[in-house]
Structure formats: structure tokens, C-alpha cells
């Protein structure tokens, strides 16, 4: 989740009339994780559905509403212009086909505002732009600009001075020797066509979703912005646009609108949408009763409009709250308003009998007869790698199960065996006292269309006089005990055990696994000194299915 | 101090009262004991600092085979000496008489001028009184001796022959009462009492792994507030680890370096029609993307037991329930002390009339109780299948800070509905290890899977 770094006496200029404490005290029920805090400083964590949430400008908005400084929904006001225009070519519309933007003006831009709309710039592509994939926004100077302006495509040779550079770059230059270009350049493919945001002098002001030209930089002296933003579809392209647009306003910008046309293209609404919502509804799933106004009113705190409409609540939703779906998004944000605090935890009178799985009773019983044998529980990853599966106990690898880009080595391929494990236990413990007894019960993982999860059940038993009839008894018992079941052996071949010592085991004619002494080539390859004898059953099939 | 002593310290005491500097040897005949008895008594005492022990080495010497012969026949060149002493003789038939010493006993006797010889007649010239090693024979003789107690020239000369002495080194062990000792009264200590103050060897218990301990705690605590368990598989088609619950395709969750994908596995049957339709359609309404089957098809590593409470409720779509899921979930990571790649997850269920979050944060509250938490608040969180969702935070007095434990919410409706459930479903879960860390006071989540034996033996097993 992405995190963002506050600053209390900034925060506290944004909100208003409160303290430090009310601040720190109440950004974890908006949601907000804090992750560390160095006197002046927070550094907080904050959901992916909230992106309003990557400034701190955004952040004191919430804060406003919950304690209530500033409720109600902020209503965005944008001046119709006719000055502003783009107009979309048809080229684009298989590569990028939408964009849209805003004309923020009259701001004042500091080193610290700067700051914050880079990292939301940087926040919205990497979550609700998908890595620039799904949509993407550029922040530009507005008075280095010429409009009309227009969305086009041109070849790869196309020339322009790239953002932080001085020089002309070719587009495919770009892409290939800058480190935005290797990152993105992918989104593009490898149409011979790429996107560009030409203005009437036929200067390019972007080329999205990869970089800005240079001469449109926004400094601290920058007063007026453009923005835009592109995407492969046009309500995603709109719902960025209408977070910057309400952190610009917020910010003291004046808005004025950038009309658009062409190729399936038009103009932003950035229009609130109004959802209707059962007062029941939200009582009964908060378990609370609260009034109609109350409702309103921890709405209004979770900045949102409401009113009654007979006996609903029509609330109105601003563009950048693009997170609420429904009803139930309003359930939560009246508990939001309310007071997550405030929410008292009760018991349901309801009665319902519990159970616990079969399954688990029976795996119980066993690990409790193991223990009363002398064994020791080990737990062991299902995720294994192929040096404790198949190199040190000398198996097959033929039907492999792994997973894709694994970070750990330790863990690549899924164990169709838990035997392996034990004895990677055992060499992990030769300087423990013996003897040393482990068993486990576990899923192992066989390939079948797709995968046949089974439970298994494995031990081993380490010590100077470790033999087959010892290893053979404890089964034997096991079993019997457990579950009432005969064991027969018979002379089998392993490359884990020695030959002449090693079992293949039947319960009523039907193999369940193998037992035996682990083989000297093993027993070296795990660099255990005494002698070790084990067995593995699969349990499925056997006492359950 | 009142000390309490074994019989056999008491034996021992006795007699190095009446004679000190004695061997183990000596100790035996004199206590009546054995030798182990004997060992493992001076040991005690040694430890209690009631006994000396002075260790010296001793060299001691026997007869070898021709060592033994020169004592019963005389040294070679002394039996040449003899049978020449009244008439010479021939050399053949001294070498008849003398076997294989013949020629060494001739070397010296005429080295030191003994003998004369006149072709092949030998003759005697002088007769030495004594010779060299003789003394040191008649000394050892048929017993041993020790080399305190040889002459030095004597013995020399002897050591150079072949096969003459057997040299053996002993270590002898002289034992003695300390000062401390000598003042005590064994005698009058209760007979037949022990030691019960002294050390013990080491045994260990065979147990259930502690985290399996905790897991069959938290488990037993959600049956008895009326939740049944049911069980799933680890691997899992991506529709019921993601699509059913509402996480759209392209969610950074779903990349590979989050989820363990199953290397050219994908699965067959997923749902039934109308569960695909139905959930493509909310994914393709809410999200507006291109909803991709295959991508639904493909297996993972559930990344959550989510999955298989969700599709129970498909597939039962009960009015009321209670139930629960437990067992081993997955995230591509990098392991860490505070992160696995595999982990416990326990997630369950509330379908009811009265389901409410405050219900929910009520049960919260109660399991919580159970495993002995009492400081436990609610803050509000975000999960992509629930709404609302809250986050318990439980305050550890350790490590004096409020953690982040089980998550929690309603299912949305773009969840349930697709899915046929009409019902509120109200859901919960989080990680078992972390629990299980607060409770061992671990500080590395690795130690649990880490089966090292120092641990397992040793941690408490009721915490």
C-alpha cells in the first residue's frame, strides 16, 4: 500500500483551528495506517481506493469532514472557456484513444505544493493508472503553451527536448536510453505510430504515457497549469483527472474547462452522482438506530451531500469519490462519519452449532499417538525447492509442480512429499541430542488435472540403533491404534532407502507408501551421522477421502 | 550446610579418614565397592571439593620373551662364558649349544676380550664377576617393576636389547580427603537419603509443534462460538482466489510477484456458466476492462482461505451460517523475520438476519478475550470484497505498541450477488503466526517452520 509523508504544521494551515494530537489521533480512523512519526513528520499508509488520499491536501479535506470543521461534499467550480481546446485524430484510437484535462490557474506553487503534486502524480499511475497503463496525467505550464492544442500520433523519428533534458531526443531514443522510456515504453507495443499532444505551433507538449517535453516544466514560478490526462478508456481517463482537478481547486486554483472533440472524444463532466440509500439498510448493517439527520450528518462528516427523499437519503457523490459503488459504500461511509470509535462491539443472540472437521479430529488423533510414541511434531513449508525434494534424497524429479518468479529459492516447487523435509530437519539438528524422532502430517501436491492435493503422513528416527523393525513397530501401533488398521510389508525399492531394507507398506492389498532405512548416500548428502529409519503413508484414501 | 551423602561417598569417606593417598585400586578392597561404584564416588566428592585427586604417571617394566629366557638361562655371552670356563670348545659346537644368541653373545665377549681363539678353537681369557643387566634381570624376574627403582646403567643397557623389557606407562590416581572432609561426620546423615539437590540428565518430551498448538486453540474457540469448520485446497483457479471476490484483473495483487502462480497450470472447470457470466459481468460493469477467462482459469497459490468460504456460500447459499476455514495461504515475498512465503490463515463466515458490524466486531472482541486480549480497538481499513472493513489493533504490553491483527467486513454485494447470495454475509480472518508470535514472544516468524530442536523441546507448552 502506498505510503505518504505528512507534515503536522502544514496539515494543521490545510484543516484549521486543531492540534497536533486531534491530527494524529484521527487519521487512523479515516483510514489512514501510520507507519512512523518523527516530531513534525507522519509518515501514513493509505488504501489504493482512496487516491485523493496522495496529498496531504486530500488528507486535510477528510480530516475537515470528521471533525467537523468542514463538512458536506466540495462542489468544484470550473469556468466554461472557449480559449482551451484539444482536438483528437483518429490514429489514437488504437493506440491511447482518450484524453481529457483541466486549466487550473492563478496558484501559487511552492516547493511544497510541487512536492505533493509529484507524488500524486507519481501515486495515480501506479494505482489507479495501473502503471501508466490504464491512464496517465501530465502537469504542465499553461503560458508555454499554444492552443489549440491536438492528440495525435506521429512516427518514431519524431524529435522533441524530452522533460530534464536540453536536448532533442527522438521517440525511439527515448524509449530506449531513458529509464521512464524502458519502464512504459512496453504500453505502447510496437505500432510504428506513437501518441503525441501537439500545440498550433506544432511544438510537442507531450508524449503520453511516457514523458512531458521540457518547455512546459513546472517550477515555483509557474502561476497557471494544464493538465492532461490519457487513457485507453474514457471514464478511467476521468476519474484521474477529477482527483488532480479537486486537489488543484482545494489548492487555491481557479478551474477553467478544456473542451475536447474528436474520435470519440468529448469534454469532461467531472458531475458529482447521486446514489440512494435505505436508512434501514445502513441501521442494520452498522446494528445501530440511528435518526435520519444523524445519518445525514455522519454522511455530510465523511464529505458527502445528503437530504431525505421520502424514506430514502439521496447522497451526492463528488467525480473524485469514483470508490463508492452502492449502497453499501454509503454503509460505510456513514460508519466513517459516525465514528468507527463510537461503534460498540455486541453478541448476537443467534445460535448456531459449531463443528470442527472431521478431517482435522482424525489428523489430531494421530499427532496425539505419535507424541504418546515418542514423537516430536515438525512443521515444514508445502512450497520446497528442488535440492531438499529430489538432490539430497536422490529421487525422480519427473512430474514437477512449480510456481512462477519465486523471490525465495528455498521455495519453487510444491512437495509431493514430506519426507524430504524430516530429513532436512534432522541435518539441521546434528548437534541436538539424540535420539530424534519427527513426524509430520501435511498436503502434498500430485499433478492430475489440474492438482491432487493429498494428506500425508511421514516420521523418522534418528539414533545409533535405529533400525527397520523399530520404524516398522511405530507404524504398526500408529495405525492399530488410530484407526483400527492392519499393516502388511513388503520387499520394495526406494532411491531414498537402502536396498534390502526397504518396504513398501499395504493396508488391505492396496499400497500407501514406503518405509525402511534412509540410505548411507542420503544420510551423507544431509550430513547426519547415525543411522535414520522412516516411512511416508498418504492418509487420503485411506482413512478419509 | 547440611549435606546429605550417597553410601557410597559415605564408604569412601570412612576409609580415606583412616588412610590417605590411596589408589582406586586400594579404595576398592578397602570400601568393598566396585570399581564403577569407586569411579563414580570420587566424582561426586571431586564436585562437592570433598576429595583429591593427584594424577602421576609411572613407567614400569616386565620381561620381554628374550628378557624372560636370559633369566632363566643366564644372558647369552654369560652361558658362553660358562660352558668355556674349564675347556675350550669348537665353534661348531658352541653354535649347537648356543642357537640363535650364538653369534651376538661371541660379538661381545670378543668385543671386551673374554675370549681367545685359536682356529677353530674357543677359549676362555677372563671371567667377568658381573655383567652388564644382570642386576636389573634378577630385579624384574618374573614380576614388574618399576623404573623408580632400577639402577639407570643397568636398565640402559638391557632397553637396548631386543625384545628384553616390556615398558608399560601407568597413570595411577592417589585419592584424599580435603581439609573439608576430614572434619565431617558421615555417620550421622539419614541413611538412604540421597542427593536431591544435585543435577539430573536431560529428557525430552515428544509435543505437538507450538504453532499447531495455537492453531488447535483458535480453531476450538471459533467451534465453540458456534462456527463449523470446512476445508479447501491450496491451489485454487484465480476465478475463486480473485474474481469472485471482486479483485479485477489487473489488480497489482494478482501480479506474479505477489502470487505464486503455478507454472503452465491452469484449470479446466471453474464455476458453473452462470457463476462466470455473472461475475464477468460485474467485473466488466464496475471495472470496465476486458474480462479474460484464461486469466480466470489460471492456478494460484490461494493467497487467502477467503477463497473457500466464498465458495461454500456459492454453492450452499445458506439463510443462516457459521462457519470458518483454516490452513496454509501464500504471498510471493521475501522472507523475512516479519514475513513467509507460506502462512496460516484462519477466515470464516456470519450469515444471519441479525449480521451487523457491530455483531462482528462483537465476536471479534470475544475471540479475542478467549486467547487472553483484552486491549483491543477498531480502526477502518480497506479490502476490495468487503464494505465496510475494519482492522482489529490489539495492544501488546512486550512491545508496548498497538498491532494490527484481524481484518474484517461485509461482503459487497458485487461479491454476493453474482454469486446467488442474497444474504448479508459477514466475514473476518487473519494470520495465525502472528498470534502465535505474540504468545511464544517470538520476535522471528521464521522460528516456526524452522524445526529447530533446542526450540521445540524447549518452549512452553501452556502460554
Same mark, same amino acid.
Given at each position: 500500500m502506498p505510503v505518504i509523508a505528512l507534515s503536522y504544521s502544514r496539515l494543521q494551515k490545510l484543516i484549521g483551528k486543531v492540534s497536533k494530537k486531534q491530527i494524529s489521533d484521527s487519521l487512523p480512523f479515516l483510514g489512514l495506517d501510520i507507519e512512523s512519526e518523527d516530531k513534525n513528520l507522519v509518515r501514513v499508509e493509505y488504501s489504493p481506493n482512496r487516491p485523493d488520499y496522495s496529498t496531504?491536501?486530500?488528507?486535510?479535506?477528510?480530516?475537515?469532514?470528521?471533525?467537523?470543521?468542514?463538512?458536506?461534499?466540495?462542489k468544484l467550480?470550473?469556468?466554461?472557456?472557449?480559449?482551451?481546446?484539444?482536438?483528437?485524430?483518429?490514429?489514437?484510437?488504437?493506440i491511447r484513444p482518450y484524453v481529457t484535462g483541466i486549466v487550473a490557474k492563478n496558484g501559487k506553487i511552492n516547493e511544497e505544493i510541487l512536492e505533493q503534486l509529484i507524488q500524486m502524480q507519481e501515486d495515480l499511475h501506479m494505482g489507479i493508472g495501473r502503471k501508466r497503463k490504464k491512464s496517465s496525467i501530465g502537469i504542465h505550464d499553461l503560458d508555454k503553451i499554444s492552443f489549440p492544442l491536438t492528440y495525435t500520433t506521429t512516427n518514431r523519428n519524431a524529435k522533441f527536448i524530452p522533460l530534464k533534458s536540453t536536448k532533442e531526443s527522438s521517440v525511439s531514443h527515448i524509449l530506449e536510453n531513458t529509464d521512464v522510456g524502458r519502464d512504459y515504453g512496453y504500453i505502447l507495443g510496437n505500432s510504428a505510430q506513437v501518441p503525441m499532444i501537439i500545440d498550433s505551433n506544432g511544438d510537442t507538449v507531450s508524449f503520453?504515457?511516457?514523458?512531458?517535453?521540457?518547455?512546459?516544466?513546472?517550477?515555483?514560478?509557474?502561476?497557471n497549469l494544464f493538465v492532461e490526462v490519457t487513457g485507453i478508456n474514457k471514464e478511467d481517463a476521468e476519474d484521474m483527472l477529477s482527483v488532480v482537478v479537486t486537489i488543484l481547486q482545494t489548492a487555491g486554483f481557479t478551474l477553467e474547462s478544456v473542451k475536447i472533440s474528436g474520435a470519440k472524444n468529448s469534454?469532461?463532466?467531472?458531475?458529482?452522482?447521486?446514489?440512494?440509500?435505505?436508512?434501514?439498510?445502513?441501521?442494520q448493517m452498522l446494528g445501530l438506530n440511528l435518526s435520519t439527520s444523524k445519518i445525514i450528518s455522519s454522511l455530510k462528516k465523511s464529505r458527502l451531500d445528503a437530504s431525505i427523499k421520502g424514506k430514502n437519503i439521496i447522497c451526492t457523490i463528488p467525480a473524485y469519490r469514483f470508490d463508492i459503488f452502492g449502497p453499501m459504500d454509503l454503509v460505510e461511509e456513514t460508519a466513517l462519519g459516525y465514528g468507527i470509535q463510537n461503534l460498540k462491539p455486541t453478541l448476537s443472540s443467534s445460535q448456531t452449532l459449531g463443528q470442527i472437521n472431521p478431517i482435522s479430529i482424525q489428523l489430531k488423533s494421530l499427532s496425539q499417538i505419535m507424541i504418546g510414541l515418542g514423537y516430536l511434531e515438525a512443521l515444514n513449508s508445502s512450497l520446497s525447492s528442488k535440492r531438499v525434494l529430489y538432490e539430497m534424497t536422490n529421487r525422480n524429479a519427473t512430474k514437477i509442480i512449480s510456481v512462477l518468479d519465486s523471490k525465495s529459492q528455498e521455495h519453487t516447487i510444491l512437495r509431493d512429499s514430506i519426507l524430504p523435509g524430516l530429513l532436512e530437519n534432522l541435518s539441521r539438528n546434528i548437534h541436538e541430542s539424540y535420539p530424534q524422532k519427527l513426524f509430520e502430517t501435511g498436503t502434498i501436491f500430485l499433478e492430475d488435472n489440474p492438482i491432487n492435493e493429498k494428506t500425508s503422513f511421514a516420521a523418522v528416527s534418528a539414533h545409533p540403533d535405529a533400525n527397520f523393525t523399530e520404524i516398522k513397530s511405530i507404524l504398526q501401533a500408529a495405525l492399530q491404534t488410530g484407526f483400527s488398521l492392519e499393516i502388511k510389508t513388503k520387499t520394495s525399492t526406494h532411491e531414498t532407502f537402502e536396498k534390502?531394507?526397504?518396504?513398501?507398506?499395504? $493396508?488391505? !492389498?492396496?499400497? %500407501?507408501?514406503?518405509? &525402511?532405512?534412509?540410505?548411507?548416500?542420503?544420510?551423507?548428502?544431509?550430513?547426519?551421522?547415525?543411522? $535414520?529409519? !522412516?516411512?511416508? %503413508?498418504?492418509?487420503? &484414501?485411506l482413512i478419509f477421502d | 550446610m547440611s549435606q546429605v551423602f550417597h553410601e557410597i561417598e559415605k564408604k569412601i569417606i570412612s576409609v580415606l579418614k583412616t588412610e590417605s593417598k590411596l589408589t582406586p585400586e586400594k579404595l576398592e578392597k578397602l570400601t568393598q565397592l566396585s570399581p564403577d561404584q569407586i569411579r563414580r564416588g570420587i566424582e561426586w566428592l571431586k564436585l562437592k571439593e570433598l576429595a583429591i585427586v593427584n594424577e602421576s604417571k609411572n613407567t614400569n617394566f616386565s620381561l620381554g620373551k628374550n628378557g624372560l629366557e636370559s633369566f632363566q638361562k643366564g644372558l647369552p655371552e654369560r652361558r658362553l662364558l660358562d660352558l668355556i670356563k674349564k675347556n675350550s670348545m669348537t665353534i661348531s659346537d658352541l653354535q649347537k649349544e648356543l642357537g640363535s644368541v650364538f653369534g651376538p653373545a661371541m660379538g661381545l665377549a670378543k668385543r671386551n676380550d673374554w675370549i681367545s681363539s685359536n682356529g677353530n678353537e674357543i677359549s676362555l681369557k677372563n671371567y667377568p664377576s658381573s655383567l652388564a643387566g644382570e642386576k636389573t634381570l634378577k630385579q624384574i624376574g618374573e614380576g614388574t617393576i618399576s623404573e623408580s627403582i632400577l639402577e639407570k646403567n643397568d636398565l640402559a643397557s638391557l632397553l637396548k636389547r631386543p625384545d628384553f623389557l616390556v615398558e608399560n606407562i601407568v597413570k595411577t590416581k592417589e585419592i584424599s580427603l580435603s581439609?573439608?572432609?576430614?572434619?565431617?561426620?558421615?555417620?550421622?546423615?539419614?541413611?538412604?537419603?540421597?542427593?536431591?539437590?544435585a543435577k539430573v540428565p536431560e529428557v525430552f518430551v515428544a509435543r505437538t509443534h507450538p504453532l499447531k498448538d495455537t492453531i488447535d486453540e483458535i480453531r476450538e474457540i471459533f467451534v465453540t462460538l458456534g462456527f463449523t469448520e470446512i476445508l479447501g485446497n491450496m491451489t485454487q483457479p484465480s476465478f475463486w482466489n480473485f474474481d469472485a471476490l471482486f479483485t479485477p484483473q489487473d489488480h497489482p495483487a494478482r501480479e506474479l510477484q505477489d502470487t505464486f502462480y503455478l507454472d503452465g497450470i491452469s484449470a479446466k472447470k471453474i464455476g458453473t456458466p452462470e457463476q462466470i457470466r455473472k461475475v464477468s459481468e460485474s467485473h466488466k460493469k464496475n471495472w470496465r476492462y476486458y474480462w479474460d477467462i484464461n486469466e480466470a482459469r489460471k492456478m494460484v497459490l490461494r493467497t487467502h482461505t477467503t477463497c473457500v468460504t466464498i465458495k461454500h456460500l456459492a454453492e450452499n447459499k445458506p439463510d443462516e451460517a457459521r462457519v470458518f476455514s483454516l490452513g496454509r495461504v501464500f504471498r510471493n515475498e521475501k522472507v523475512s523475520y516479519k514475513h513467509l512465503v507460506e502462512f496460516n490463515q484462519i477466515e470464516g463466515v456470519v450469515v444471519g438476519k441479525d449480521a451487523s458490524l457491530r455483531n462482528l466486531m462483537g465476536i471479534q472482541r470475544e475471540f479475542y478475550k478467549r486467547i487472553g486480549i483484552t486491549k483491543i480497538k477498531f480502526w477502518p481499513t480497506f479490502f476490495p470484497y468487503t464494505e465496510p472493513s475494519l482492522q482489529t489493533?490489539?495492544?501488546?504490553?512486550?512491545?508496548?505498541?498497538?498491532?494490527?491483527?484481524?481484518?474484517?467486513?461485509?461482503?459487497?454485494?458485487?461479491?454476493?450477488?453474482?454469486?446467488?447470495?442474497?444474504?448479508?454475509?459477514?466475514?473476518?480472518?487473519?494470520?495465525i503466526e502472528r498470534i502465535a508470535?505474540?504468545?511464544?514472544?517470538?520476535?522471528?516468524?521464521?522460528?516456526?517452520?524452522?524445526?529447530?530442536?533446542?526450540?521445540?523441546?524447549?518452549?512452553?507448552?501452556?502460554?
Open positions: 496531504d491536501i486530500g488528507i486535510a479535506l477528510g480530516l475537515q469532514g470528521l471533525l467537523g470543521i468542514k463538512t458536506g461534499a466540495l467550480k470550473i469556468k466554461k472557456s472557449n480559449e482551451y481546446s484539444i482536438n483528437v485524430k483518429s490514429g489514437v484510437s488504437k503520453p504515457p511516457i514523458i512531458n517535453a521540457a518547455i512546459t516544466t513546472i517550477t515555483t514560478k509557474t502561476k469534454s469532461p463532466k467531472l458531475e458529482p452522482k447521486k446514489i440512494s440509500v435505505n436508512p434501514t439498510l445502513i441501521n534390502g531394507r526397504t518396504a513398501s507398506i499395504l $493396508v488391505n !492389498g492396496k499400497t %500407501i507408501g514406503v518405509m &525402511g532405512e534412509i540410505n548411507s548416500k542420503s544420510i551423507e548428502n544431509y550430513k547426519i551421522r547415525v543411522p $535414520v529409519v !522412516g516411512f511416508e %503413508i498418504h492418509l487420503s &484414501g | 581439609k573439608n572432609a576430614q572434619t565431617l561426620d558421615v555417620t550421622s546423615s539419614d541413611s538412604g537419603a540421597i542427593d536431591v539437590e489493533m490489539v495492544y501488546n504490553e512486550r512491545l508496548g505498541k498497538w498491532i494490527e491483527l484481524f481484518g474484517m467486513g461485509i461482503f459487497r454485494p458485487e461479491v454476493t450477488k453474482p454469486l446467488g447470495i442474497t444474504k448479508p454475509v459477514l466475514a473476518w480472518g487473519g494470520g508470535m505474540l504468545k511464544y514472544g517470538l520476535d522471528d516468524v521464521r522460528e516456526f517452520y524452522n524445526n529447530d530442536l533446542k526450540w521445540l523441546r524447549g518452549a512452553t507448552k501452556c502460554q
